[in-house]
Each structure stands twice: as C-alpha cells, then as structure tokens.
C-alpha cells in the first residue's frame, strides 16, 4: 500500500507500523543474503534508505511533538538516541567490504538493533504516546510525517 493512498484516516501509530513492517521485511531478507552481490547492494541501499526516511519523518513528527510534554521527553530523547546508534552501524556497513564475514555479521547486529527498537516503540512507546497525544494530533502527525517520509525518500532513490 502507498502512503498517498493510505494517508486518509490513517493515525501516526498505522503510518509508523507500515514503515516498520517494510523494515522488517528488509532486514530479514538481507541477513539471508551472503558475498559481493548485487542481491545484497540492492537489499542494504533499500533498507538504509527506509531507516533514514522513517528516521528523519519519525523524529520531526512524532518525537518532537512528544517532547512539547513532560512525560514524553524521556522517551523521545531513548528512542532518538537509538536512532543514532543504528546510523553508526550503518555507517559502520557503508565501510565494510560487502564480501567479508565482518559485514555480515554487522549486518545481523543491525538487524536484531532495529527489531529492538521497533518492538520498544510498539509496545511501550506508542502506548504512552496514544494517552499523551489527542486524536486529531494522531491523524494530522499521520499526514505530516507520511509528507516528510515521502518526500525523503525522493531525495534518497
């Protein structure tokens, strides 16, 4: 399903699954990739652009508008934080010779940090997230963020 079409009634928990999902999806099917191929190259650059779209729409329209209230700045301050630790292993990927063992390994490390992070944010985050936020905040956050997702990931491709 595209963002443009889903956009109507969705709320910013959907937007955020749906992205999650595709993340999901990439890193399990990288981790199964082996060698220099252009299978690996292709799944890695996919993955990397969907991390930082959804990072970069995620933070602008769902962590900051969290922090605006006491009980959300120390959530969204942990799961940015987490953010920069997956942009250091991509980095860390991005230098690696996509042939060594290190890589794949890097790779599987990488994969289990994004699972992590996205379970933290489905089952604890968005919970308190879904009390702090009204519902018109939840469906306008949907749209603003599926703006900026999109539109990075234009940049990106």
């Known amino acids: 399903m ?42 890695f650059q996919q993955l990397k652009e969907e991390l930082l779209a959804h990072e970069l729409a995620e933070e602008r329209h769902f962590y900051i508008p969290l922090m605006a209230q006491d009980a959300g700045v120390d959530l969204s301050r942990h799961a940015i934080a987490e953010h920069h630790q997956l942009d250091e292993l991509v980095e860390s990927l991005q230098d690696t010779e996509l042939a060594s063992p290190v890589w794949l390994v890097l790779a599987k490390k990488l994969a289990h940090q994004v699972e992590h992070h996205l379970t933290e944010e489905e089952h604890k985050f968005f919970q308190m997230a879904g009390k702090l936020l009204t519902e018109p905040q939840k469906t306008s956050l949907a749209k603003a963020y599926l703006a900026s997702y999109e539109e990075a990931k234009a940049t990106t491709a």
């Open 2 to 43: 595209s963002a443009a079409r889903s956009m109507e009634g969705l709320n910013i928990f959907e937007a955020l699954r749906e992205s999650h999902e595709r993340q999901r999806t990439l890193y399990r099917q990288l981790v199964e990739t082996s060698g220099d191929t252009p299978e690996r190259r292709d799944l």
